[in-house]
C-alpha cells in the first residue's frame, strides 16, 4: 500500500503556542488530503479536507481560524494549531488517496499535549 | 455516504478465523465497502475493500452478501497483533470522498 508519514510522532507545548503538524505522501501524489483527530476512546472525527492549491474546507463546528491547513504541493499538507489550548490535546491523523479509486491511506498520527 | 452498523466487540482465539460482520443496509449503488483496522494509538490501516463481488489479499477477505446489504471481513488465522478495532466504511470512490468513521468493532485476539 501506499505510504503517509507524519511529523512530528508526538508533541508537547505550552498553552498559546503553536504547533505545525506535517503530513506527506512518499510514494504517491495526493491533490486531497483530509485530517482527523481522535480524542481518547473515541472513533475518529474528520476536521478538513486539504485542497493542494486551494482553500481547505472544514467540518461544521472546525475553526479554520485556529486549524490552518496549507497544502502547497501534491506531496506535503500541514495542519497549525494556533494559539494552542490544552483541550486541543488530541491524536491528529491525516490521509491521502491514492490509485485509481482514491483508496485513503493514513499518516501515523501526531499526539498533541497542551500545557 | 450510508452509514454502518457493527458489533462493538468480538474475541477470537489465535489461529482461529475471526469473521467480523458489518450491516449497510442504504447502501448505494456506487459505493465501496472499505475495511480499516486500527491498532492502539496508531493511524488507520487500510485492509481491503469492495463493490460487489469478494475480494481476497495477502490480509484477508471480504465477502459480500448478493444485496449488498451487509458483508463480513475475514481474518483467516487470526494472531495477536490482529487485536485492534476494524472499521467498516462504505464510499464513493474520488479524490473528495470522505471516509466517515463509525465506532468499529474491538477484536481481541487471545491465546
Known amino acids: 500500500g501506499a505510504v503517509v508519514s507524519q511529523h512530528p510522532s508526538w508533541v508537547i507545548c505550552k498553552s498559546g503556542t503553536s504547533v505545525k503538524i506535517e503530513c506527506r505522501s512518499l510514494d504517491f501524489q495526493a491533490t486531497t488530503m483530509f485530517w482527523y483527530r481522535q480524542f481518547p476512546k473515541q472513533s475518529l472525527m474528520l476536521m478538513a479536507t486539504?485542497?493542494?492549491?486551494?482553500?481547505?474546507?472544514?467540518e461544521q463546528g472546525v475553526e479554520k481560524d485556529k486549524f490552518l491547513i496549507n497544502h502547497a504541493s501534491l506531496t506535503l499538507s500541514t495542519l497549525t494549531v494556533t494559539s494552542a489550548h490544552p483541550e486541543d490535546s488530541s491524536f491528529y491523523i491525516c490521509?491521502?488517496?491514492?490509485?485509481?479509486?482514491?483508496?485513503?491511506?493514513f499518516g501515523p498520527g501526531t499526539r498533541l499535549l497542551v500545557l | 455516504d450510508a452509514k454502518t452498523t457493527q458489533p462493538t466487540s468480538m474475541d477470537c482465539a489465535e489461529g482461529r478465523a475471526a469473521n467480523l460482520p458489518c450491516n449497510h443496509s442504504t447502501i448505494s449503488g456506487n459505493e465501496y465497502v472499505y475495511w480499516y483496522r486500527q491498532i492502539h494509538s496508531q493511524g488507520p490501516q487500510y485492509i481491503i475493500h469492495?463493490?460487489?463481488n469478494n475480494e481476497t489479499n495477502e490480509m484477508a477477505s471480504l465477502i459480500i452478501t448478493e444485496d449488498r446489504k451487509s458483508s463480513t471481513l475475514i481474518l483467516p488465522h487470526a494472531t495477536l497483533r490482529d487485536t485492534a478495532v476494524y472499521y467498516c466504511i462504505v464510499r464513493r470512490t474520488g479524490t473528495a470522498s470522505k471516509l466517515t468513521f463509525g465506532t468499529g468493532t474491538r477484536l481481541q485476539v487471545t491465546l
Open positions: 469492495g463493490l460487489k
Open positions: 486539504s485542497n493542494e492549491g486551494s482553500k481547505a474546507t472544514y
Open positions: 490521509s491521502g488517496g491514492a490509485g485509481i479509486q482514491e483508496t485513503q491511506y
